[in-house]
């Protein structure tokens, strides 16, 4: 399995993407940038689709999203989970169907839950008692789902886990609040209980937690007369070569429906469709040492600073025999902690003006990306069959200034 998009392929030395050179895209639109194959991204949409043809698959936004993501969302057919007020106002500005969204968050605020409903939001995933109380305040007819934490311990970085007991997230199954909350929502006038949900944890690569997490919400469903599981997201992908391959989204659906029957069935995948779309290209500065210092760093990935993420970087402009060396491709923020990619193996000619590729940054990196140390984010430009288009400007110091006072 590759770990590049699709479209990808390597002429002398030289990345491709969507049919164009590396070289060519780094001069249009300057590093760092995410170039985001949307001929895969589509083709990951659709493998999703494939997989659950009966059910409905809600793209998780918060791996990344932008208006035009929604609008091929939304041509493709699939539905979208926001978790704040500024992914609704982005799902709004795509012209997402508001029927196909779904609402998350663990604390949602009543500004947030009215906009929500006068959108006329498909579903609102009730995540506390505090929050059913400022849902219902608003007096409002409204689809609601109840977020579950079903007591699976996910294996991945805790920090991402989020179905153990001890969670900030949902009601607990075990202490019997998830069965106070159903008893809750349908005791209250305007709430239709439309199903229940839980999502365990992301970055996740083998099936038994998902079916675990599945087979106790179908059994609580059962138990409650409730009809519809959406299980969320969490997937993983691999993020260097030779790391372990993840299930399909295939798999992981059997998995799923082998557990819950009949009952209708959601997902919410984000990594696994946007992670592997994506190259972030660098250009290289300084060369010292062991250290590659490119032009971009922790404010556009600081996955590596926060969970020790790994990934893996080629020179993507040339053609280089000079023998390998290990180095660590490191940013250009004022923390020794801002390292891209450790000791990883490139060219010892490697020299300033190199564009470096780092794959697999789809997921959780513009998303996540800061201006720390007052660096503007990168922009994301899609390639497709032999064109380039900007979907997301790259910032200026100029947008950063202007909120100031
Ligand atoms: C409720 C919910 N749904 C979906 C997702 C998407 O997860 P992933 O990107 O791992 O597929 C997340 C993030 O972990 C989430 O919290
Ligand atoms: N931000 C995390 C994933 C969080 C998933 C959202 N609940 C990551 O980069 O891996």
């Not at 709004?92 to 969204?101: C, D, H, L, N, S």
């Not at 038994?208 to 087979?215: K, M, N, Q, S, V």
């Not at 984000?270 to 250009?283: D, H, K």
């Not at 590596?304 to 280089?320: D, E, H, I, N, Q």
């Amino acid at each position: 399995m590759t770990i590049w998009p699709r479209t990808a392929t390597w002429t002398s030395g030289e990345l491709h993407l969507g049919g164009l050179p590396a070289t060519e895209l780094a001069q249009r639109h300057g590093t760092p940038a995410y170039l985001l194959d949307r001929a895969d991204f589509e083709a990951r949409c659709r493998a999703w689709l494939d997989a659950l043809p009966d059910g409905d698959v809600h793209y998780g936004g918060k791996a990344f999203l932008c208006p035009e993501v929604v609008r091929w969302l939304a041509d493709l057919g699939l539905s979208l989970d926001v978790c704040t007020g500024g992914e609704l106002a982005v799902a709004m500005a795509g012209g997402m169907p508001p029927e196909r969204v779904v609402f998350h968050g663990n604390n949602k605020s009543l500004d947030e839950l009215r906009r929500a409903v006068e959108w006329g939001i498909g579903c609102i995933v009730i995540d506390s008692f505090a929050e059913l109380d400022r849902l219902t305040s608003l007096g409002a007819r409204q689809r609601v789902m109840i977020r579950v934490t079903p007591g699976v311990d996910a294996a991945t970085h805790k920090a991402i886990a989020t179905g153990g007991e001890d969670s900030k997230f949902g009601f607990s199954l075990s202490n019997g609040d998830a069965l106070r909350a159903v008893r809750a929502v349908r005791d209250t006038p305007g709430l239709e209980l439309y199903g229940l949900h839980s999502h365990i944890g992301s970055q996740l690569f083998d099936t038994e937690g998902f079916a675990l997490a599945a087979r106790r919400m179908a059994d609580f469903a059962g138990s409650v007369g409730v009809t519809r599981l959406d299980l969320g997201g969490g997937l993983g992908v691999a993020y260097r070569p030779g790391d372990p391959e993840p299930p399909t989204p295939s798999d992981v659906v059997a998995a799923l429906r082998k557990e819950v029957g009949g009952l209708d069935l959601a997902v919410e995948p984000g990594r696994s469709i946007a992670g592997p779309t994506t190259v972030a290209l660098y250009r290289v500065g300084t060369v010292k040492g062991t250290y590659v210092s490119v032009d971009g760093g922790m404010s556009d990935n600081p996955r590596p600073a926060m969970y020790g993420s790994p990934y893996t970087a080629v020179l993507a402009s040339r053609a280089s025999d000079a023998p390998l060396e290990r180095v660590d491709v490191v940013g250009k923020h004022c923390e020794s902690g801002d390292y891209l990619v450790r000791d990883i193996p490139l060219p010892g000619d490697l020299r300033p003006g190199d564009l470096l590729a780092v794959p697999v940054s789809g997921a959780y990196q513009r998303s996540m990306a800061s201006n720390y140390n007052h660096v503007p984010r990168p922009p994301v430009i899609a390639v497709f069959e032999g064109a380039d288009r900007v979907i997301v400007r790259r910032e200026t110091e100029e947008d950063l200034l202007r909120l100031y006072v």
